[in-house]
């Protein structure tokens, strides 16, 4: 068992609900590092926790494991982008704003008087822009 300020990767492992195959797998990744061993047992230092929440967090918000690592320091201080933060919350802003023109029209679609929804102007609208939003995700996933 580590000491108060250390723990090994079992505790971390109950005190955060997350698995040591994930545990592992992030300290692969460079989200968070060991601070030795014990015997086999990795050792990381008590505030892996608080870290551990804020990549929960991130990863909640949608941030890619990769731009994730980088908000550390070595140190396991986080060193947020601002800007970065922004560009997320516009991203998330605008997927938000895709559903619920989603959820409007299907709600339409699901109400509509038409006797087939295939002859409903909205349905025929919203067909078309889903077609029209796959066509530039799959372009665009082309050119990454």
Known sequence: MGTKNELTIREVSKR????TSTLRYYEEKGLIKSIGRQGITRVFKANIIEQLSLIALARYAGFALEEIAAMFSPSGK???DRQQLLEK????????????????????????????????PKFQALVSEAARRQLLEDKQSRFK
């Open 16 to 19: 955060s609900g997350l698995p």
């Open 78 to 80: 986080p060193t947020i």
């Open 89 to 120: 919350a516009e991203l998330l802003e605008k997927k938000i704003r895709q559903l619920q023109s989603m959820s409007d029209g299907l709600r339409h679609v699901a109400n509509c008087p038409e006797n087939n929804q295939l002859d409903c």
